[in-house]
């Protein structure tokens, strides 16, 4: 189990700041950057690219990363496939695994030609630079070289339809999918939580998001869900409103299910623990009751997660 959440990619760093930004503390932030070794980017868009590839050309499901997943574990690619191929392909699949790969190439793309760079994580780096601790690095000039071929042919109709590949993929519940559908905000902009937020397509958005957000955490299928909604709802945002309590039970869940994954004695584990200086902190405010019951509520996801994983 321990393998599988090893590659996942992290939404952590710029949690890790924006905790700071709302006065949340260094205690909390410092715990959020040691998440942040736990949660590497599965790959560079590269290493995506060839997986989607692959699943175009596979005519069945290769074994997941561990049984219970879903998840799909593909093959590196075995000749050049242009991206509007890939995501032809995936897309015509209507599976909600390839659709959020198809959304996932797309985005890298969008990323890509309005920065002309993006950051790419580098498993190598981060084990050679141990100052590097997140392992993140930009692009190499043969990387944009390549990016540049493949992303300068990405139409204005399929960088729009990377939200609906990511809108069905959360619908299905994804893995990942309802962070990256926060995340791009409504209808691919942002600025609207902040600019329209009364415009009552937002507010239908903004309802739709936190629900999708809840309903996967809750459900303990991702822990990197479990871990960003705490963040949410510790630091605030335009989507969801600051609330110890809920911070203070998706925290403890998080390291209740890294405490599985890890081990108890894991410093994620400890970090998030119900006896530990960070959690006194965070439910500071809480009444004993309260704590009480957010902790069994935390208790119930870590659960969900085990019964979900167990092998």
Known sequence: MKGEFLQRRPVLQAEIMRLMKWGVGLAIAGAMAALVMYWPKAGSGEARAGRAASAINSTRVIAPAQAGTGRLVLPMPSGDVS???QVQQLAESHDPEKL??????????VEFNRDHDRMIYDEELRKKSPDNAFGYRHMTEQEKQRDTM???????????????YLAAAAKAGVPGSAIAF?????????????????????????????AQLIAEAEAGTDPGVVNYIATEYAAGSPTFERNAGLAYR??????????????????????????????????????????????????????????????
């Open 250 to 311: 998706y925290f403890l869940a998080n390291g209740l299910i890294h405490g599985e994954i890890l081990g108890p004695d894991s410093d994620i584990a400890k970090f998030f623990a119900e006896d530990s200086a960070l959690m006194d902190s965070i439910g500071k405010d809480l009444s004993p009751a309260e704590r009480a019951a957010e902790l069994a509520a935390a208790r119930q996801i870590a659960l969900n997660f085990h019964k979900r994983h167990a092998h």
């Open 150 to 164: 493949r992303c300068g042919a990405m139409s204005e109709r399929e960088r729009q339809s990377r939200l609906d």
């Open 182 to 210: 926060l995340r791009e905000g409504p209808f691919g902009d942002p600025s609207a939580l902040t600019t329209r937020p009364d415009d009552p397509l937002v507010q239908e958005w903004k309802a739709l998001a936190r």
């Open 100 to 109: 959020y790969l198809a959304y996932s190439l797309l985005a890298d793309c």
């Open 83 to 85: 991206l509007s191929r």
